[in-house]
């Protein structure tokens, strides 16, 4: 196999993986008010009893052109598929379905990869209906802005 391949491979198990939170955060982000695209890095893993865990944002379409270009620009980040430019990426985010399919940026290394989520498996509001079903029996105290602080920053 190619490193290509291989690289594909992880990448999709680790949506797979982590769907139920791209699906919570794409769908949080959508209820606060426009589309937007979740975008989640790898880069500065937290190690903690349960293993890794990645840090996750949800930038809103209004704020998605300049952090694409501030982020993208960096001389050490390089978006590996090249044919989709910022405008492509925003077009996704214009023209997805919330309630079907998630935009999600994946950065690795110095390297970011775009995936236009569709047709998922278990759909945004159902994946943030399950972590706030699963926090509140959990913390059985919680409200929906606890759960809002831990999943997003």
Excluded at 66 to 87: C, I, K, S, Y
Aim: proline share 6%; net charge negative.
């Amino acid at each position: 196999m190619t490193p290509d391949i291989n690289s594909q491979d992880w990448q999709q198990s680790f949506i797979s993986t982590n769907l139920i939170a791209i699906g919570y955060n794409a769908w949080l982000g959508y209820l606060n008010g426009e589309h937007g695209a979740v975008i989640c890095s790898t880069n500065s893993p937290h190690l903690g009893v349960c293993g890794e865990t990645f840090k996750a944002h949800f930038v809103p379409r209004q704020n998605l052109a300049a952090f694409l270009n501030a982020w993208l620009a960096a001389p050490d980040t390089v978006l590996l598929q090249r044919h989709f430019m910022n405008g492509h990426i925003l077009q996704a985010v214009d023209s997805y379905n919330p309630e079907k399919d998630a935009v999600f940026l994946l950065e690795y290394e110095n390297q970011v990869d775009f995936y236009y989520l569709t047709n998922l498996p278990i759909t945004p509001p159902q994946c943030f209906q399950t972590v706030c079903k699963q926090w509140t029996e959990f913390q059985p105290n919680s409200t929906s802005s606890k759960v809002k602080k831990i999943y997003q920053d």
